[in-house]
């Protein structure tokens, strides 16, 4: 099994998250409300919450990038601390090539975790491109790593602790983390 090396690892300033079949097993609940507004609902696997976190105090950029406008997204986005991006119609290379610009990083600073076709432009430029385990097989044939975990099953946790324990940072941020809520970590 091919495991991350340090220093590629030690590289990545950037983590993108693909966030339906990644984030999500892929299912949207919609439905409308006595107004009539549509309403969106997605299944976030709560065990990815820490890993993102881990990933953020270890001082790492995590953004979520979708193909889709939703509601869900941001929600979650927000809730996490990270950037949410949306390009309608599965166009996600422009907004991460613009992401790059603005924080002054390359590919070669990229992670990506990714499951479906439309993932391809992005995954396929990425230093570290990741599928899921359920990613169809034209993502798994892009990726150099693939989780054991299915989109929505704590892929992205998976990921996380991978990628923390190849720069050699899991224990530390471990550490801390059961420190701060008054454990003796």
Known sequence: MFEI?????????????????VLTDGGVFLGRNDAGETIEFK????????????????GLEVV??????????RARA?????GCYEGPGGFKLAILEQLHAEHGLGWEHTACICDDLADLPILTRAVLPVAVANAVPEVRAAA????SRRGGD???RELAEALLRARGDYVERIGEYVRERGGRG
Request: include cysteine; glycine fraction near 10%; charge should be negative.
């Open 144 to 147: 150099v790593w693939q989780t």
């Open 64 to 73: 979520f990038v979708s193909g889709r406008e939703s509601g869900a997204n």
């Open 154 to 156: 704590g892929a992205v």
């Open 43 to 58: 299944r976030f696997e709560i065990t990815d919450q820490l890993g993102i976190k881990l990933l953020q105090w270890a």
């Open 78 to 82: 927000a809730e996490l601390g990270c």
């Open 5 to 21: 090396p340090s220093e590629l690892a030690r590289r990545i300033r950037l983590v993108v998250l693909d966030v339906d079949g």
